[in-house]
């Protein structure tokens, strides 16, 4: 599949630096939000392993003491950041690249109603770190010590109403920005100044509370789009003025969770348990969107979908039964199918998925035109019941899995190449 993927891999190689060597690679390693820089479930890097041997790659070192939950790492500063609850508080930790506790953080109260635990992954920016709690406490920290310099409580502020599983949104920070999606009464949308946390825009224009997703952030005709799902919409807003552009029903089971994929003017959603996948045609003045194709078995649920080379890839939930997809971006026409992998979380890197399923299997993929070959097979340990649901990351040669309480930590480096 080298030539299937070779024109998206060249340009986004040509803008991110490449590690060279060990010290290198763990200094300026850099995943500083929820699926990386782009947020798009791709890493950069090159010189990995292509194949693992039967017990997995090397395990470097795992850290147990994560706290309950489902957040993911980011890492900068020579740093890893994750959040979990411990009792009845969230915390913010940040550990050093051997697994060591620097500093940890209280951030608001534990979730304990459906699904305990710790939701979001800390977003790092220009030092600080920006991280929202699951019942909408919105902080800055400072990355280096954890010191908090401010904190907005999303559901006093702005009335921020949410479902079952509570607030998971992986805020984004761009510029000086910070956009998150309250669902309230008195701010369907908010920007925030990254420097004190007071607003810069706020919309109301939408009478719907939060999903579980979080945005991407686009230009598009020269204007910057804030792309994201509600509780039963996508909804595109212009990101320096929070002016509502359009809104698309979407989600029957009202779960958005996945961030959405844009590519040529078009974006494509998707939700679990049947919901499917739909992509959308943006108008040319912005400010509306056509429907191009649906497809009820494309229902992801909360493990990401990748663009690679105009191919969709990711999992299906439940209709029909659990498959892994390829899916033709602009037509919907499935390039091929699998049911080989379970409902996994995905990560793309040096020419591999990287899969993660629910039940802590992990696998490593190499795509080709017409399917796909599962390369290697192991098991995380078994640490809690809880499922595996945090999203692989790979970055400074090492890959970086979270089950519940456990970061484990693994050497991917292939000295050869």
Known sequence: MRSFLSGTLVFFLSSVPCFSGLAASLEEA???????????????????L???PPEGPPLL???????IGYAGVSIAEGKIFTAGDFQNEERILALDMKGHL?????????WRGSTPGSRATPTYKDGWLFHMNPTGLLSAFQAQDGQKIWSVDLSERFGARYGTWALAENVLVEDQMVFCLPGGKEAFAVALDKRSGEPIWVNKDVDERAAYCSPC?????????????SH???????????????????????????????????????????????????????????RVWFREDFDNCHGGVILLDRVLVGSGCRLGGKAFFGVDFHTGQTRFSTKDLDKVSILYADERLYCLDNQRKVSLVSLREDGLDIVSQFELPKTSKEES??????????????HDETLFVYDIEDPSR
Not at 61 to 67: E, K, L, N, P, R
Not at 102 to 110: I, Y
Request: with cysteine; glycine share 12%.
């Open 30 to 48: 850099f995943w500083p939000q929820f699926r990386g820089i782009h947020r798009d479930g791709i890493s950069r890097e090159t010189g990995l």
């Open 50 to 52: 292509q194949a693992w």
């Open 61 to 67: 070192w795992s850290f147990d003491a994560c706290g």
């Open 102 to 110: 620097l500093w940890q953080a209280v951030h608001g109260r534990a």
């Open 217 to 229: 952030l686009v230009t598009h005709q020269g204007v910057r789009l804030l792309i994201t799902l």
């Open 232 to 290: 039963r919409s996508v909804v595109c807003l212009d990101a320096d003025t929070g002016q509502l552009l359009w809104s698309h029903p979407f989600g029957r089971v009202w779960q958005n969770t996945t961030i959405p994929v844009f590519h040529e003017g078009h974006v494509f959603v998707t939700c679990g348990h049947s919901s499917g996948g739909l992509l959308l045609k943006i108008h040319q003045d912005l400010k509306g969107v056509d």
């Open 389 to 402: 649901l945090c999203h692989p990351v790979v970055c400074g040669k090492r890959l970086y899995l979270r």
